[in-house]
């Protein structure tokens, strides 16, 4: 019936129990009311921050974890208009987009770092939402393993000669 559409057209509303599908879409009209229920819709979300003057725009995402949790900004805010499932749709893409956006600028951020690390790499660190600054640390080691791997064909002292440039 009604809820098999709605899950159809957002298919996160499949994990979510009956009764709080049910008060999420009563309250569909009032984007504010739906921030108590995004834990239930989306991992590690705690809430949205909606734009002061017109409720419905939605400019910035909240993390799980309390007092420091991280906040996302979109690339480009959402309109929460229309039925729920649509709006919810949008922003999900809109995170894809946004997170899509931010590991292309840490792995452009990667390659300036790799030029000077001692003086890049906390900046890049420091700039970056936390799962993407991991990213940039793996980017970095992966890149810097392989290189060794590549030397060790060529030259045997190159693990050495490695490990003492990253002492330096």
């Known amino acids: 019936g009604y809820l098999e559409q709605k899950q159809k ?3 996160r509303f499949y994990f979510v129990s009956n009764a709080k599908l049910l008060t999420i879409l009563s309250q569909g009209s009032d984007p504010l009311a739906m921030n108590a229920y995004y834990e239930n819709v989306f991992d590690a979300i705690q809430y949205v921050e909606h734009d002061k003057k017109d409720k419905t725009i939605i400019h910035k995402i909240h993390g799980d974890g309390g007092d420091g949790h991280e906040v996302i900004p979109f ?3 959402v309109k ?4 729920i499932e ?3 749709t949008t922003i999900l893409n809109t995170m894809r987009l946004t997170l899509k956006y931010h590991a ?3 792995a452009a951020g ?4 790799r030029s000077d ?5 906390r900046p890049l660190v420091d700039s970056n939402i936390a799962q993407f600054a991991l990213l940039a640390i793996q ?6 393993t392989q290189t060794a791997l590549e030397q060790c064909k060529t030259n045997a002292n190159a693990m050495y000669s490695n490990a003492l440039k990253q002492k330096n």
Do not use: H, Q
């Open 9 to 11: 057209a957002f298919p």
């Open 75 to 77: 690339i480009k805010p």
């Open 80 to 83: 929460a208009v229309g039925n």
């Open 86 to 88: 649509d709006w919810l």
């Open 104 to 106: 292309r600028s840490c």
């Open 110 to 113: 990667v390659f300036e770092a």
């Open 117 to 121: 690390p001692s003086n890049k790499l």
């Open 139 to 144: 980017i970095m080691w992966t890149y810097e």
